[in-house]
């Protein structure tokens, strides 16, 4: 279980986020979303360590994190994919995935990644930095599957991919669920968010606006709520 409460900080002076609080429970999903420049990556930033709150907590399994290295944090299974692709690219495919493969498990683990995203297989040789937009992603997702994290930070996993690449995204996600991973996921298709996670945390300004299951949540109070409207049913 992952526990933030009440983040401050930003870049600056100026804080970006005031008071973020949210929980992540075991093996879910869920989902922040918000207008560009709420605060969504700077929420994910400071849970993953590559930032500094000026105050507030992260906890996860019970362990308090908020100033621990974001290397520690990775070793205590918190994994954050940042927006953009994260691979190696001047190693293969393969070596990308070795990397990241629990020592003695490096078989099994390349073995697992293909079955999930087959083209990965067929371009194990290929260096990283060659593959297509799509490609690069399923491998940065495969790269965070094989380390076997227990909650991963999703940073706008589907950004300026095709339909179908989104679809694999998404598939590839929700395995990941089903075998006992939880995720933070920040998304732009706002309807696939909704459809994966079981809890939605608004941001608007840096604030936490709105908080509640995905099924209580439709598309009109969304764009309420991303205009800093106040809707009814706020459960935060
Ligand atoms: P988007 O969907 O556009 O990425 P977001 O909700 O993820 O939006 P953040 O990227 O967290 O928003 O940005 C929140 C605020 O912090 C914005 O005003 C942004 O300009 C500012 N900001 C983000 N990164 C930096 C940075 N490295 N230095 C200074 N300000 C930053």
Redo the contacts with the bound molecule.
């Keep these: 279980m992952l526990e933030v409460q009440e983040l401050v900080g930003?870049?600056?002076a100026t804080p970006?986020l005031h008071q973020v609080s949210l929980t992540v429970p075991d093996s879910s999903v869920v989902a922040l979303l918000?207008?560009?420049?709420?605060?969504?990556?700077?929420?994910l930033?400071m849970i993953s360590g590559l930032l500094r709150p000026t105050s507030g907590s992260v906890t996860f399994d019970g362990v308090e994190m908020t100033s621990m290295r974001p290397a520690a944090r990775v070793q205590r299974g918190l994994c954050h994919l940042p927006?953009g692709r994260g691979v190696f690219p001047s190693l293969s495919v393969r070596e990308n995935l070795v990397l990241f493969s629990p020592k003695g498990q490096e078989a099994d683990s390349f073995d697992a990644a293909v079955e999930a995203f087959p083209i990965l297989g067929e371009r194990r040789k290929q260096l990283a930095g060659t593959l297509s937009g799509g490609e690069q992603q399923m491998l940065t997702l495969a790269r965070a599957y094989v380390s076997r994290p227990k909650i991963v930070l999703v940073?706008?996993a589907s950004l300026g991919l095709a339909p179908l690449i989104v679809d694999a995204i998404f598939e590839f996600l929700e395995r990941m669920v089903a075998e006992g991973m939880s995720l933070l996921i920040?998304e732009?298709y706002v309807q696939r968010a909704l459809a994966i996670a079981s809890t939605v945390n608004v941001?608007h300004k840096?604030e936490i606006v709105w908080t509640g299951p995905s099924a209580d949540l439709d598309q009109d109070m969304l764009f309420a709520l991303y205009a800093g409207e106040s809707v009814a049913g706020r459960t935060s």
Aim: hydrophobic share 25%; aromatic share 4%.
């Design positions: 930003g870049y600056g970006v918000g207008a560009n420049g709420a605060g969504k990556s700077t929420t930033r927006e940073d706008e920040v732009q941001l840096g």
